[in-house]
């Protein structure tokens, strides 16, 4: 079928929208209108060169939409479906096996392959090969294809066209505070940036019932939208030493701690604010490929200081979407307050917007499915 992308023809260059043919369904594989699709740094960092996918491509990872079409073997949804995109994974592995996909053994070759496993594309254009199924479904686009796997069935009265980004950039900042660091209640939590993950995780820590979320971000507008969704407080690095800052607030320190800019220097500068046995969680994706942190051996032996890298929120998505989406629909997790709709074929202006801070997660929408 025909469809319409946003495709990237040249690193660090715009988005053209563009006529592409899309294939039928493999056996495997879910074909999705798209009614929206979140825009993600992951996508932004892959069409600029810092994360590996062949060009011309398709990218978005977080799309949102109604099954028209489904393959042969699969049987988890069914036309009509609404439905949200995860990332893929083999689902063989030890890793996949074990219930932790985010950590698949053939992440990469799954999510940034830009084919499928076969080494076909399902995208094409004039019968040559584009750049596909990235994180398993290239969702910048009108339908998208998606393996059965990486595909999560929900509820016909959710509201299917801000939901994109709870299969990536919601879950990863949610499911670093309620999965990977398990926020015990009462603690302290320390976010450093206030986009849409770093905002996600205030809002599990509300849910968690966290004493003290403490949010990090040079945008005066941004730590305004922190202190509405349950943060604590809200610190403008720009105004002195941020653990200066921090025990301030807390005089022993951040009990956790999740890194969401990416910045080795704004780490390392928060490693002296976290408190005895903290745990701290990276989640940013650097610029450099070779940034790191340096780790005061002493000091973190004897603060019991555990520090773990964090993929997609420790999530399996097929429980833990539907698990955000009943908190949303008790009014305790009010994801949609970080997203502000534009239409898909805006793609461009909204990367500028997003560049300079207008929107925390800008979702891009389509037709009536919107």
């Known amino acids: 079928m025909d469809v319409t992308a946003a495709v990237a023809t040249e690193i660090g260059g715009t988005f053209d929208i563009r006529k592409l043919t899309l294939a039928d369904p493999a056996p495997g594989e879910v074909l999705v209108e798209i009614a929206g699709v979140g825009l993600c740094h992951t996508d932004l960092a892959a069409k600029d060169g ?6 011309p491509g398709v990218f978005g990872h977080e799309g949102s939409g ?63 090969a584009v750049g596909s199924a990235f994180f398993g479904q290239s969702s910048f686009a009108t339908h998208a294809l998606a393996r059965e796997r990486n595909v ?54 509300v849910v968690r019932e966290l004493s003290r979320i403490i949010v990090v971000e040079p945008h005066a507008a941004r730590r305004e939208l922190a202190l509405s969704l349950g943060a604590t407080h809200a610190i403008d690095p720009a105004a002195g030493p941020l653990a200066e800052q921090v025990r301030a607030i807390a005089a022993e320190g951040a009990d956790y701690a999740i890194d969401t800019t990416g910045i080795a220097a704004v780490l390392q500068d928060a490693m002296q ?14 610029a450099d490929p070779e940034a790191a942190l340096a780790l005061n051996l002493i000091q973190a032996q004897v603060l019991g200081v555990r520090v773990m890298g964090i993929v997609e929120g420790d999530s399996d998505p097929d429980v833990f979407i539907p698990e955000l989406l009943e908190l949303h629909r008790t009014g305790r997790f009010p994801f949609d307050k970080l997203v502000t709709t534009m239409p898909f074929k805006d793609i461009n202006e909204a990367v500028a917007a997003q560049h300079r801070g207008d929107a925390v997660k800008i979702v891009l929408v389509h037709g009536e499915l919107s």
Not at 274 to 281: C, D, P
């Open 66 to 128: 109604v099954v028209t079409a489904v393959g042969s073997a699969v049987t988890k949804v069914a036309p009509g479906d609404k439905v949200v995109l995860s990332f893929d994974s083999c689902g063989h592995c030890t890793q996949c096996r074990g219930g932790e996909p985010a950590y698949c053994q053939e992440f990469m070759a799954y999510n940034f392959g830009g084919a499928r496993q076969d080494g076909t594309s399902p995208l094409t254009a004039d019968g040559e």
């Open 152 to 205: 999560v069935k929900v509820p016909d009265d959710a509201p299917l066209s801000v939901l994109g980004p709870l299969g990536c950039g919601i879950q990863t900042g949610a499911g670093a505070v309620l999965n990977s660091l398990d926020c015990q209640p009462g603690g302290t939590l320390l976010v450093l940036g206030g986009g849409s993950v770093g905002l996600s995780a205030v809002l599990a820590g």
């Open 273 to 286: 604010a976290l408190a005895h046995r903290a745990k701290v969680g990276i989640i940013g994706v650097p």
């Open 50 to 55: 810092h994360l590996p996918f062949p060009l």
